[in-house]
Nanobody, 126 residues
Framework: QLQLVETGGGLVHPGGSLRLSCAASGSTLDYWTIGWFRQAPGKEREGVAVIAGSSESTSYSDSVKGRFTISRDRPMNTVYLDMNNLKPEDTGVYYC???????????????????WGKGTLVTVSD
C-alpha cells in the first residue's frame, strides 16, 4: 500500500525559498499522479501543484504559478516542490497526495485522492 511522507517544511522569511519532499514507500510512484495541497488555519484545503503519473504534465494554481515548481525523481521514488519568492500567504500545512487519475479538475478535487501524507508545516514570516 502506498505511503507518503513529507519533509522540508520550516520557517522562512518573505522572499525566501524552501524545497519540500514527498517520499513514497510501499509502491512505485511511476504510475501515480502526485500533487501538493496546502491548508492555512481556518481555510479550506487548496491544491497548489500536480504532476501526472505517465505524461509528467504539470499544473499549478494561479496563486503559486511562476514561483513553485513540482518535479519527480523516479529512482528516488520522490516528488519535490520547490518554492521560491515565498509570501506570508503561502503559510500553511503542505500535504502530499496521490491519485490514479489526472485531469483539469485535479487541484480542485481533494476528495478524489487515494492517499495522503501527514503534512509538513511551512511558515513564512518576519
Amino acid at each position: 500500500q502506498l505511503q507518503l511522507v513529507e519533509t522540508g517544511g520550516g520557517l522562512v522569511h518573505p522572499g525566501g525559498s524552501l524545497r519540500l519532499s514527498c517520499a513514497a514507500s510501499g509502491s512505485t510512484l511511476d504510475y501515480w499522479t502526485i500533487g501538493w495541497f496546502r491548508q492555512a488555519p481556518g481555510k479550506e484545503r487548496e491544491g497548489v501543484a500536480v504532476i501526472a503519473g505517465s505524461s509528467e504534465s504539470t499544473s499549478y494554481s494561479d496563486s503559486v504559478k511562476g514561483r513553485f515548481t513540482i518535479s519527480r525523481d523516479r529512482p528516488m521514488n520522490t516528488v519535490y516542490l520547490d518554492m521560491n519568492n515565498l509570501k506570508p500567504e503561502d503559510t500553511g500545512v503542505y500535504y502530499c497526495t496521490a491519485a490514479r487519475w489526472y485531469g483539469t479538475s485535479w487541484l480542485r478535487n481533494p476528495d478524489g485522492m487515494d492517499t495522503w501524507g501527514k503534512g509538513t508545516l511551512v511558515t513564512v514570516s518576519d
